[in-house]
């Protein structure tokens, strides 16, 4: 069964310092991994997405993140946090065998002060 | 132009009543799904549709019951609701899976609080 696992429920970072999220997945196949994003009262909003090809993965806002198989490892970062990047972030792998079902990490909110 | 919209966004309900949350995606989406949030933020897909064709039934109980009139529209009908029901309940889209863009597109959410 596929799974990912965040380590960390919260982590709190100073405005302009490095952000880093972590993510674990155990997979037997190769997984598609994804990063959404959920401010406060809204939906969750896609970062970015691994799918097999360049293991260095950019998404929107500045966030980056680096498939790294021999960790089993997808952890998201960004140089420099904005006080805008307060929200809950989570991690999900994609089931093999079609029908795109995502299972998600149990998130890690991020706060970020001044 | 609310991609993918929910209604209504709050409802507050007995235990005991029947309610229903209705979701709408206007990006032309081929998939639909519903996704649960408990209050310690931890996110699960409870269904999916495909082309109004139910794909994906995760185990849930039968009071919840997904209805799709066309493949814009999945709502969610939910009978008997007990206190555990309350939650966050997500509608999203996509296009299949394989297709190019596969991304899921998720709603605002409505917060069902069962008293």
């Known amino acids: 069964a596929q799974s990912v696992t965040q380590l960390g429920s919260h982590v709190s970072v100073s405005e302009g310092a490095l952000v880093l999220l972590r993510c674990n997945y155990s997979s037997s196949v190769p997984p598609y991994l994804f990063w959404y994003v959920q401010y406060p009262n809204q939906g969750l909003q896609l970062l970015l997405k691994?799918?097999?090809?360049?293991?260095l993965v950019k998404g929107i806002n500045g966030f980056e993140a680096e498939f790294k198989k021999s960790e089993t490892s997808f952890h998201l970062t960004k140089p420099s946090a904005h006080m805008s990047d307060a929200a809950e972030y989570f991690c999900a792998v994609r089931v093999a065998g079609g029908y795109n079902k995502l299972i998600f990490g149990a998130g890690t909110r991020l706060a970020v002060h001044p | 132009d609310t991609a993918v919209s929910q209604t209504p966004k709050y409802l507050v309900t007995q235990m005991g009543n029947d309610k229903s949350i209705k979701c709408e995606q206007n990006l032309g989406h081929d998939t639909m799904y519903w996704y649960k949030q408990d209050s310690k933020k931890f996110l699960k897909i409870m269904f999916s549709y495909n082309n109004k064709e139910l794909i994906i039934n995760e185990t849930v109980p039968n009071r919840f019951s997904p209805k799709s009139p066309d493949k814009a529209h999945l709502n969610l009908h939910i009978n008997s609701l007990e206190l555990g029901d309350s939650a966050v309940y997500f509608c999203?889209?996509?296009?299949?899976?394989?297709?190019?863009?596969?991304?899921?597109?998720f709603g605002p959410g409505t917060r069902l609080t069962v008293l």
């Open positions: 999203a889209s996509s296009q299949p899976a394989g297709a190019p863009t596969d991304t899921q597109y």
């Open positions: 691994y799918t097999s090809a360049a293991t």
